[in-house]
């Protein structure tokens, strides 16, 4: 038991407390500490350890080939991918454990996958990825609970009333976040529900028929469902300033007026590098709209990270950009203290969905199909601070 004038010690100056009290045990520390700390919930690493000889902290070596999950907790921060190739064999296993210390599943959460059929739902693959989580101290974030793509025919193909297709939203919601209540460190709860370059909604079944309150209504359902989980908007296209990022800008502004809640933006960041080296943002740009949202008061996740190139026609200019882009956005989040997560959205070229989707295009994440490290990878670690 820690005495609360110890906690107050402790928690108002963490970093050297943790070094030089190493006899108190770390999850007792943690779990007097976190409720008090606006950031994320991390494991610490050690950046130094108590050195009686000459009564101060000395450095902590890394360890040799230490990976980007290392970087990140020792930051307080969270490196992590999304994962669907659930698992890809033993090296692949290990290879995800090393590197992050968090994932997003990519689709086994989606409607069509979790709740195929009005009263059926299947929880056996996101089980086995929670698991898997827990058992190698990873935080697993939920992906998503409404959003215009992936739903099952029975809810496309359905005729409802406004009134009946909300009942089944927050049915959903309950279910499925109740579910994992507890264990999931953030849901994605509405995913990209605004148009490119206005403020109009996207359409959908839930925008169609409900409009615009489904996503207030997703989110009190959310709460209500888990009151310890973090509750995210994610959308692409607001990584740079425009009418995309001014929509969702207010809408969250309007929310926490109105105690509507929602902890987090998520950002995707799904950009692009020419050959002649142009298209992604700057780090400047990206400083920015990190700043922009951090004013409001609540955290920031670069939820679904990659940067393609064009394979066929790729210069040294668009890999030195690529390279570029991906140290931009680690070193832009990292400077910003509520941006407390980098996800890339894969782990692998070989699983990314870039090819199928933008035909022409791929080459885009940290390691290639051989599980090899990419200068990608480089330019994310030092950004990270390794």
């Not at 929670?130 to 959003?147: D, I, P, V, Y």
């Not at 207030?216 to 509750?231: S, Y």
Request: with cysteine; proline share 5%.
């Amino acid at each position: 038991m820690i005495s609360s004038a110890l906690r107050r010690q402790l928690c108002s100056d963490r970093s050297p407390r943790l070094a030089t009290l190493a006899a108190l045990s770390l999850t007792a520390m943690l779990a007097a500490c976190g409720g008090d700390s606006p950031g994320p919930a991390a494991p610490v690493a050690k950046t130094c350890v108590e050195d009686p000889a000459q009564a101060r902290c000395a450095p902590v070596t890394p360890p040799v080939d230490s990976g980007l999950r290392y970087y990140a907790t020792k930051s307080g921060r969270y490196m992590g991918t999304s994962l669907d190739a659930l698992f890809g064999g033993t090296a692949y296993n290990a290879l995800v454990a090393k590197e992050f210390n968090m994932f997003t599943p990519g689709n086994v959460l989606k409607w069509d996958a979790v709740h195929p059929a009005r009263t059926t739902y299947n929880f056996t693959k996101p089980d086995a990825m929670l698991a898997f989580a827990q058992a190698n101290g990873m935080k697993m974030r939920g992906h998503t609970l409404a959003w215009v793509n992936q739903n099952p025919g029975w809810l496309t193909s359905g005729t409802w009333t406004a009134d009946t297709l909300t009942q089944i939203l927050k049915d959903h919601i309950a279910t499925v976040v109740g579910h994992y209540r507890g264990t999931i460190y953030a849901w994605d709860v509405v995913n990209e529900a605004f148009n490119d370059g206005a403020a109009a909604l996207r359409a959908n079944v839930w925008s169609n028929v409900i409009g615009r309150p489904y996503i207030e209504t997703a989110f009190r359902a959310a709460r209500a469902a888990d009151p310890a989980t973090l509750l995210f908007y994610n959308d692409y296209n607001i990584e740079t300033a425009g009418a995309k990022q001014d929509s969702v800008y207010n809408m969250i502004v309007d929310f926490k007026a109105r105690g509507v809640p929602i902890d987090g933006v998520g950002l995707q960041a799904h950009f692009l590098v020419n050959a002649d080296g142009t298209g992604a943002p700057s780090k400047a740009q990206l400083q920015a709209t990190f700043q922009r949202f951090a004013a409001l008061g609540i955290r920031i996740h670069v939820t679904e990270l990659d940067v393609r190139v064009q394979t066929a026609n790729t210069s040294s200019a668009a890999f030195a950009a690529q390279n570029q882009a991906y140290a931009d956005i680690a070193t832009a989040c990292f400077s910003v203290t509520a941006c407390e997560a980098l996800i890339v959205w894969g782990v692998t070229d070989s699983e990314s969905w870039i090819p199928g989707t933008f035909p022409g295009w791929g080459s885009a994440l940290l390691f290639d199909g051989a599980m090899t490290k990419k200068t990608t990878y480089t330019a994310v670690k030092t950004g990270i601070g390794g």
